[in-house]
């Protein structure tokens, strides 16, 4: 059977932060933290996600470096499913992304990621690691090194595109 790969959009294949911080002129202000909301001028998540809705920024954050290449190449390891805690209403504008980047893959939205059941697991979240790593008996976990995420002793750290799809051989080999 082919593996599923259960692989993060944003932090992991689209840069969504880059583009938020671009657009409200943040720079790198708090680039090490994932509650983010006190470097920009909302006051609440629902503001910032309403401005972003707006902005339309999952539509046009640029791809990670050879991430487009990168989810290509996994897709011949196995079977591609994003897995995302994106919102409902960026469904158009995710599929929008992902065609005009050719990397259409099925999207599986706002789901416990454990749940599923993939034999390997691309994220950068640090709270969806812990959940993966608790959860997600047998499953191989690669950590996205980001700015916002420390080591979890289970998981495999890749710093990039390169090193995730070796990482990814390595460890589908392994299963
Ligand atoms: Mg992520």
């Not at 995302?84 to 599986?108: C, G, M, N, S, Y």
Request: proline share 6%; with cysteine.
């Amino acid at each position: 059977m082919r593996p599923i790969i259960g692989l993060d959009l944003d932090g992991v294949t689209a840069d969504f932060s880059t583009e938020w911080r671009t657009r409200l002129g943040v720079g790198d202000a708090g680039l090490g933290q994932w509650d983010f909301l006190n470097v920009t001028p909302f006051k609440r998540w629902v503001e910032f996600w309403d401005w972003a809705r707006e902005e339309h920024i999952f539509g046009d954050c640029p791809p990670y470096p050879g991430a487009v290449e990168g989810v290509k190449a996994l897709s011949k390891l196995g079977t591609v499913w994003y897995l995302t805690l994106r919102p409902h209403w960026a469904k158009a504008e995710t599929q929008e992304w992902l065609e005009a980047h050719d990397i259409v893959f099925p999207v599986v939205y706002d789901v416990a990621k454990w749940l599923a059941r993939a034999d390997l697991y691309i994220e950068d979240g640090p709270f969806v690691l812990e959940d993966l790593v608790t959860h997600s008996r047998g499953a191989k976990i690669i950590r996205v090194v980001r700015p916002w995420n420390e080591p979890v002793q289970e998981c495999v750290d890749a710093r990039d595109w390169t090193e995730i799809v070796v990482a990814a051989e390595r460890l589908l080999k392994e299963k």
